[in-house]
């Protein structure tokens, strides 16, 4: 594999495993992934369910440690980094966004976004972060109040406000349905191509890697095939 | 504010029924610390500050009599301070209009301008002026209850005189802030009262010119606790005017009631934010556990924001610590009020001219600290989870809740046959041991909170039953003046409505065992005393043995003697020569330190002529309230002082019915507390926890009532094993209670009766019934259709 510091590459993953101990047995979730996620890039990861999607992207993210490998970010090392570090690099670094949103519900859509900002170096104002996802006018209602496409609109303005270098999307469309599935997918093309914001997305739905620069698919905690689209398909091409 | 205390103040406000109930545990518990505690500071400095301006005295020493100049003599002992001399004697009252019998204490005034032990605090008026033959200082307490005024007229019966006096003034006095009648049990203000007259005057009605009857003396500082050592060498100096009793302060009786109280105040500080506190822990424990299990995707999605572990933790602590801080501060507060009223209380109940409800800056940081710690200990395992969730861990969707096999399932054949719906308490019950732990734990201190009130009361009531209708069955006792003849008793017999009389001989002394030393009383009985008797535990009369005592068991164990044993008794009267007696037999004595001998034996013991000293009498019923009996028995004139046995019987009864309502009220209240707070929170949580359960079920078709049952089910399941560990607890809270209240007068046995069992029982299962409703509103509220479409 190519050296971190003679690529451009944003994040680079070495010989990646990831192993849980449950109980007696070691289950090992990731095999020797190989990985590099190049600055400015959409990247897609697909697999069935239990392949390791997660476990690679919270790898990524900082949020995990390999069990063994590599994992360098702009070719600082992260995997040998203290917890306080880690807490650090995600807070200036990356963006999550979730399946299932994780808004807290006892805040508003602009409360929402500021628990992100109150702790970033150099964050968006909160409302125009949620101007930008098209919610200036639900500002102050909260989650219950909106609907499961609207809620993720507020975490996709919660993690781009934070002006993450990396965002990483775990089943960003996974509860939505196919019309703001899509709307969705277009913010976060929107962001990759007007922000330059690298973007690293999760999906079990095949169709939507059409839209990436480059997908890999996952199949037993080893990568199975890697891809480049040549052309990426605009989201109403997609078929849900 | 940052935005995460936006949405802790949120998540606060929405569950503030909650919250409340919890904070209250909390506050009380705090609340009992410092009221109790600031009681304990104020009656103490209050104590302390009376002490010394009045000077209290160290030691007062009875004597028959003694010349004034023979003081000298005794000033040069080593140890000794100042002393001071004083007639005092106790007399009989007559007022316009009273019928029944009152008596008092007379005591001389000290000669003025002299810096007086004992000084007396002037409320009204002034003293009597040196040589006043007609003026009388009375005690503030009987003035009030008699309502009497500088001016009045009142009639002392001195020296077998009557003496009419005019009332110069009003007074209280720190060697008698607890004022009892002799024999008696509580104060009676009404009845008993004191009386300070010029010194001319004591002389003249007591035969006493130049002389006087009782020395009070301060000891040097270094000697100030145990003033012993100082006045036991005085003993052999002072037999020849006629020693009658040697008392040190810790054993003078306004003294020791004081101390006691103090020493209950303290007792009880301790123990009641315990149980508070301890239960506020479990259920905040409770809360918080759930709190952040139920938080987990949020914490995940905090600690992926570049949230760390410290401000994740400090979010949910300041959960608790709030808690902590509102009930702390709402605790002091209340303290503060209760100790405000019961400065109020203790001052019926004690003669200071006074009591001060300080606000002591320690305690309100004592109970704030108390409170933050036992919300923070609260909060600990709650926080720590949340602490341990990695971030990649936090976001994974919660593990389904785990449900155990029951104990009770490894015995199939007793399982199977408990039906579906038993299986199921159980085995929600076996989901979180914590859970069952708190639940259980509540309930457990609630009821031995009412357990412990209606211990109180039960026993309470079986002393005054044992004493008033086992042990002292007379109606009036009537102590005479001199040892009398048989005279005595016949005169009384004629009296009119008198049923029974009977003498008694009751001789003070000192009791020798080794270096132990004791002032007391023999009772001299013989088997025809049906009016006092010794009784076994079972209520039994005890003979009076036919050679040596009969001792409480208490006095035995103080003095450290067993049956067989010998002692020395020396008389304060007769010829005074020490007696080796044996100690016969022991017995259970509830109420004073009467140790009983065989009259005959007393007698022989004393020598000549002496006979009865006490005559007792039953009257027939209605006579009681007879004028012309209390007349006729004001006229007799051997008698010293009037007994009112079944006044005293009354008086204990009244004060125990209003005190123990309060105290009941008050411990039956806390019960609810903490019951509430249990309840509603493991209800709330449960409802939370199995919103699909209770959905589908709704869906299935189930009523709301219907679900609320099985939610209902455990919750009695969990309060009436509780309530049942309760009843044991409180018992046993109440039996050690008593213990460190016991005084050398009154040693109140642990009694609790089934049908307080029953009652203690019932109110947990109302309790827990009421808090159910709060939790059945919810679910009659719940939009489960909603909850049916939620993801977890
Ligand atoms: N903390 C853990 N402890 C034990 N096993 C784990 C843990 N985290 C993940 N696993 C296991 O690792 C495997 C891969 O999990 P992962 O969440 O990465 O899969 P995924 O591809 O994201 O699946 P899905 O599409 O269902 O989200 C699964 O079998 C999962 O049970
Ligand atoms: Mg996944």
Redesign the pocket.
């Known amino acids: 594999m190519v050296a971190p510091e003679a690529s451009q590459a944003m994040v680079q993953l070495a010989d990646v495993s990831r192993t849980?101990r449950?109980g007696e047995v070691d289950?090992t979730?990731l095999r020797g992934v190989d990985l590099a996620v190049e600055t400015g890039e959409l990247m897609v990861i697909v697999?069935?369910?239990?392949?390791?999607?997660?476990?690679?992207l919270n790898i990524m993210g900082a949020m995990d440690r390999p069990s063994t490998g590599s994992v360098h970010f702009r070719g600082r090392d992260i995997a040998s980094m203290s917890d306080r570090e880690l807490t650090r690099f995600r807070r200036d670094h990356i963006g999550f966004i979730f399946q299932f949103y994780n808004l807290v519900p006892t805040l508003t859509a602009r409360e929402n976004v500021v628990v992100a900002t109150e702790l970033a170096r150099d964050p968006l104002d909160a409302a125009e972060a949620l101007e930008m996802v098209g919610l200036a006018d639900r500002m102050d209602h909260f989650p219950g109040q909106l609907s499961g496409g609207e809620q993720q609109r507020v975490a996709v303005a919660r993690a781009v406000a934070k002006q993450p270098q990396l965002l990483l999307c775990d089943?960003p469309t996974g509860a939505l349905d196919a019309e703001t599935g899509k709307a969705i997918l277009r913010l976060l093309v929107d962001i990759n191509d007007r922000l330059g914001t690298t973007i690293v997305a999760?999906t079990?739905n095949a169709p939507i890697a059409r839209l990436a620069h480059r997908y890999l698919r996952?199949g037993s905690g080893r990568i199975v095939e890697r891809q480049f689209n040549t052309r990426r398909a605009a989201v109403e091409e997609i078929a849900w | 504010m940052s935005v995460l205390d936006r949405k802790l103040r949120r998540e606060l406000l929405a569950q503030r029924g909650l919250l409340v109930s919890i904070t209250a545990i909390v506050a009380l518990g705090v609340a009992c610390f410092v009221s109790m505690c600031a009681s304990y500071l104020n009656l103490l400095a209050e104590r302390d500050g009376y002490y010394r301006d009045g000077r209290m005295a160290h030691f007062w020493i009875d004597m028959v009599r003694m010349p004034r100049a023979d003081i000298d003599r005794l000033a040069h002992m080593p140890g000794i301070a100042r002393m001071q001399m004083r007639i005092t004697y106790p007399v009989t009252i007559e007022l316009e209009g009273v019928v029944e019998p009152m008596s008092g204490r007379v005591l001389s005034l000290p000669d003025p301008g002299l810096a007086a032990i004992n000084d007396i605090v002037i409320r009204s008026g002034r003293r009597p002026e040196p040589g006043d033959r007609t003026g009388v200082m009375v005690g503030e307490a009987f003035a009030r209850a008699r309502g009497l005024n500088v001016g009045d007229r009142i009639t002392l019966l001195m020296g077998g005189n009557r003496h009419e006096l005019r009332i110069t003034g009003t007074a209280q006095s720190c060697e008698f802030v607890y004022l009892m009648a002799p024999g008696g049990l509580l104060p009676d203000p009404k009845r008993h009262g004191l009386f300070y007259i010029s010194r001319e005057l004591a002389e003249d009605a007591f035969d006493m010119r130049g002389a006087a009857n009782q020395i009070i003396g301060r000891v040097l500082p270094r000697h100030g606790e145990y003033p012993d050592a100082v006045i036991d060498p005085l003993r052999p100096l002072l037999s020849p005017y006629g020693l009658l009793s040697v008392t040190p302060r810790r054993h003078q009786p306004s003294h020791r009631f004081l101390q006691d109280e103090l020493d209950g105040l303290i007792a009880f500080a301790v123990v009641a934010p315990l149980l508070f506190l301890g239960v506020a822990v479990l259920v905040i424990n409770v809360k918080m556990t759930r709190l952040v299990q139920q938080q987990r995707p949020i914490i995940g999605t905090l600690k992926s924001l570049g949230y760390s572990d410290g401000q994740v933790v400090w979010h949910y602590v300041k959960f608790g610590l709030l808690i902590g801080a509102l009930g702390g501060a709402m605790g002091v507060a209340g303290g503060q009020l209760l100790a405000d009223w019961l400065a109020v209380v203790y001052l019926a109940y004690f003669e200071f001219p006074q009591i001060e409800s300080r606000f002591h800056p320690v305690l309100a940081a004592v109970g704030m600290g108390f409170s933050l710690g036992a919300t923070a200990v609260g909060t600990l395992r709650g926080a720590r989870a949340a602490l341990r969730l990695t971030p990649?861990?936090a976001l994974?969707t919660s593990p389904p809740l785990k449900v155990r096999r029951t104990l009770l399932e490894r015995w199939p054949w007793l399982w199977r046959r408990l039906g579906v719906d038993w299986q199921n308490t159980l085995r929600n019950l076996s989901r979180s041991h914590m859970r069952a732990v708190s639940g259980g734990g509540a309930a457990t201190t609630g009821v031995a909170m009412i357990v412990l009130a209606l211990v109180y009361t039960d026993s309470l009531n079986e002393l005054v039953e044992l004493q008033y209708e086992h042990v002292m069955l007379s109606d009036i006792d009537l102590t005479l003046r001199d040892f009398a003849g048989p005279r005595a008793v016949l005169d009384a017999a004629n009296l009119p409505g008198v049923q029974r009389v009977e003498p008694l001989l009751v001789v003070a002394g000192t009791l020798e065992s080794g270096h132990r030393r004791r002032e007391v009383a023999l009772t001299g009985l013989t088997e025809a005393n049906r009016l006092t008797q010794a009784i076994d535990r079972q209520g039994r009369r005890i003979e009076p043995p036919k050679r040596g005592l009969l001792m409480p068991r208490w006095l035995a164990e103080r003095l450290e003697l067993q049956p067989g044993d010998s002692v020395t008794f020396t008389p304060a009267r007769g010829d005074r020569r020490p007696q080796r007696l044996t100690v016969a037999r022991t017995f259970e004595s509830f109420v004073g330190e009467a140790i009983y001998i065989h009259r005959d034996q007393l007698q022989r013991m004393l020598g000549s002529g002496a006979a009865v000293s006490t005559v007792q009498l039953r009257l027939e019923p209605g006579a009681a309230n007879d004028e012309r009996l209390f007349d006729a028995l004001n006229k007799l004139p051997q008698v010293e002082a009037i007994g009112d046995v079944q006044r005293q019987k009354e008086l204990l009864e009244q004060h125990m019915v209003g005190a123990l309502r309060i105290f009941a009220a008050f411990l039956t209240g806390f019960a609810a507390v903490i019951f509430f707070g249990s309840i509603m929170t493991a209800g709330y949580i449960a409802i939370a926890e199995r919103q699909r359960e209770i959905a589908t079920l709704r869906a299935l078709g189930y009523g709301p009532w219907a679900v609320g049952m099985l939610l209902l089910r455990e919750a009695m399941l969990l309060n009436i094993t509780g309530a049942l560990i309760g009843l044991v607890l409180g018992y046993y809270l109440a039996e050690a209670s008593l213990q460190i209240v016991a005084t050398e007068l009154v040693r109140v046995p642990a009694v609790l009766h089934v049908r307080s069992m029953v009652i203690a029982v019932m109110l947990a299962v109302a309790f827990t019934f009421i808090a159910h409703l709060l939790v059945q509103r919810r679910i009659n509220r719940m939009d489960w259709l909603e909850a049916l479409k939620v993801k977890e």
């Open positions: 849980y449950m289950v979730v697999g069935p369910s239990g392949s390791g999607k997660s476990t690679l089943e999760i079990h996952l | 990649a861990d994974r």
